[in-house]
């Protein structure tokens, strides 16, 4: 008992400590780079690497929270930079500097959600860098061109996870192989047979000062270059196509990785050392950049199933001696400490990598490379006490029925409306990603239901068919997809059924498998709202709701209404209307609503005011769907 209570204690005690330090030290950065990134020893703001470290960090709190106000200020920092005709103040391609490719990754984000072409067309500077960037006679990415046939650990992070964004945005297959050989070149050139880590650097030509005359190599392994190149990992494949072979090869790669850092986090402190593999060399020291940015790609490496579950104690060990050593609340405002300002390689003055050279450099508070490392790896680790809630689970979004389509700014057909990958008004990216904060494995299915391919999903969702108007081939819904979804459904399958208001929804077959659990979307439109007037969508729910335990003001408009038999029964009605519906039938469990809702533009606080309460909702909806998951079907899938 008290080794149970010992245990229990230490997970209450890391769940406060997680609790909201990205948002506590993302606000210090807010208030040190207001209006734009100038950092000491700049004369004027720079368009700068380290800025985008902070602000995907940013982007981070923004979809775990709905909070504009975390997007706006990514907006405003880019717009600082990016011009009307999509050039970017301060940007110079022929500098051929690997580094300046690090802040498309926010490019690419405002793109996709405001659809603003002049964020494309910056994004497209970024990427014809690439095309032409120098490269080792193997293909891999120099460093800078002033570093000639020098790969560093950093220009991973830099360049690769915007290029494969990029790549998969605009339909770039070929380029998947490319991405995947810039880890694999670095890999087998600069990681040490005998440790598994990697040095800092490599140098093809041999020419270099530092460079070993027969490996090529820098002198030393370097804290924070392990950090680049483990986030890089992580985050890259968050683009890779599932089939593509090299997302398997970065996998690899990134566990043989994650061996060799976690054989290094010293026991006592859990932190990593400035030079890694020389804790107890005189002067060595804890270094914040590089711990945060390891526990980051530890954290994110587990919950995305790319690494085994018991590294998470590896990230879990090394946060809470980030939280100890170097997070100070002073003066009202987070601070970090710890981070050394710089390490590279070559240069004037010149770097040679040797070890006194890496302890010469400032170690310095609130440097931004630590400050957006720390805001990575927290909003990571506050997600660890959701992760549980949903583990094991997987959510199967309908891609077969609501499939439209649209030419993007490139003239390719793609599809978007309702999907995980869109990210604009009408996506349900921010959707997906509440599912995945509680630890819902998330999918789509692009053909036909069958009993097959359902058997593995335990929530599938629909939403609003297509029909000829939206789609000039709509996939309507047949018998045999009614009784595979309803055989499903009873055998303890959740589904949530989202439709449209009575212009622009598919009706007739919707319904037919509607009326199977006893629902019928009316062909009706309600909550006709007009610009702003937000209160004719607003609904406030009782108290003790079923599904709504903390969103109390809900917002829908133009909405079709429910009719209801047994064995469905109204869960929100207004004036004599049923708005939302839930059957149970079998063991399972529907849920309906005359309205796709739950669309980026009504949950990621951009449009709505604070007041109306849709993101509370989403998080509501996700918590109770998951409780409605027969516990025996999570035995079987845990078996599987």
Known sequence: MKKFLTIALSIIVFQSNSQQWSQQLATTAMNLWKDSFLIEGDKAAKWRYDQGVILKGIEGIWTATGDAKWFNYIQKS?????????????????????????NGKLLLLLYRVTGKTKYKKAADLLRTQLLTHPRTAEGGFWHKKIYPYQMW????????????????????????????????LIERHAR??????????????????????TTGLSPNVWGRALGWYGMAMVDVLDYFPASHPGRDSIISILNRFA?????????????????????????????????SMLVYAL???????????????????????????????????????????????????????????????????????????????????????TLPFGKGKKVVLDYYFNNERKKDDNGNLVRHHYTWEDKSNGGYSLFGEVFNKYGVEKHSLAVAPTPKNLSDADIYIMIDPDFPKENKTPNY?????????????????????????????????????AERFGIHFNQNARNMVVGNEFSIGTFQTPANHSIFKTAKTLYLKEICTLKLTAPAKAVLADNGDNIIAVSKVGKGTVFAVGDPWFYNEYIDGRKLPAT?????????????AIKQVPVKNNKSLAKK
């Open 299 to 385: 954290a994110k490496g587990v919950r995305k199933g790319y690494l085994p579950s018991s590294y998470l104690a590896n990230a879990k060990k090394g946060y809470e001696g980030i939280l100890k050593q170097f997070v100070k609340v002073e003066n009202g405002q987070t601070n970090l400490y710890g981070t050394v300002a710089v390490s590279g390689l070559g240069g004037k003055p010149y770097r040679d990598g040797s070890f006194e050279y890496y302890m010469s450099e400032p170690v310095i508070v609130n440097d931004p490379k630590g400050m957006g490392a720390f805001i990575n790896a927290a909003v990571e680790m506050e997600m660890i006490p």
């Open 477 to 513: 819904i047949e018998p045999a997809h009614i009784d595979a979804i309803y055989n499903w459904v009873k055998e303890g399958g959740v589904l949530l059924m989202f439709a449209n208001d009575t212009n622009n929804v598919e009706f007739q077959h919707y319904n037919q498998l």
């Open 78 to 102: 880019m717009d600082f930079y990016v011009q009307e005709d999509g050039t970017i103040k301060g940007y110079k391609p022929t500098e051929y500097n690997i580094d300046h490719v690090n």
């Open 259 to 291: 061996k060799a850092v976690t054989s290094i986090q010293d026991k006592k402190t859990g932190l990593w050392y400035d030079v890694p593999n020389k804790p107890t060399k005189a002067k060595n020291y804890v270094e914040a950049s590089a711990s």
């Open 153 to 184: 650990l950093d220009g991973l992070y830099m360049g690769q996870p915007f290029y494969a964004e990029y790549a998969s945005v605009f339909g770039e297959d070929t380029a998947f192989a490319d991405i995947a050989r810039q880890f694999t």
């Open 612 to 624: 109306l309460e849709n993101y509370k909702a989403v998080e509501d909806l996700v918590k109770w």
């Open 192 to 213: 040490d047979p005998k440790t598994g880590l990697l040095y800092h650097g490599w140098d093809e030509s041999r020419q270099e000062k530092w460079a070993d005359k």
